[in-house]
């Protein structure tokens, strides 16, 4: 079974990832910043990590340096519910920083798990 790290600050978001995915059929770990993402993956890997990139404590985008430097293997979903809120795009950093795919909060579900099936076998 195909194994998922969710990152976000967000305990609704988190929830609802998890529910979502689970029911899809993946193995789901919670984090509920950057730091304790960080460490749940150094205990026990996986195969795809979704993350957040507006964090408090240590942001997504220091997060997804630090995967890219030490497991580049692991594929990145990087999701933002700031470009909503702002002039600012807050995914294209993380583009450029080698997130595999991004997705601007609020997505539908259906949108979230055909970005995941493009990485991940069920």
Do not use: W
């Not at 305990?11 to 059929?25: C, N, V």
């Amino acid at each position: 079974m195909a194994r998922i790290l969710v990152i976000d600050d967000d305990e609704l978001i988190r929830i609802t990832l998890h529910t979502i995915l689970q029911r899809a059929g993946y193995e789901v770990t919670l984090a509920t910043n950057g730091q304790d993402g960080l460490k749940k993956f150094r205990e026990r890997p996986v195969d795809l990590v979704i993350l957040d990139i507006i964090m408090p404590e240590k942001g997504g985008i220091e997060v997804l340096g630090e995967f890219r430097r030490d497991a580049p293997e692991v594929k990145i979903i990087a999701i933002s519910g700031g470009v909503m809120r702002s002039e600012t795009d807050y995914l294209a950093a993380p583009k450029e920083l080698g997130a595999d795919h991004c997705l601007a909060k609020p997505f539908r579900p259906r949108d979230l798990l055909e970005a995941v099936a493009r990485f991940l076998p069920r």
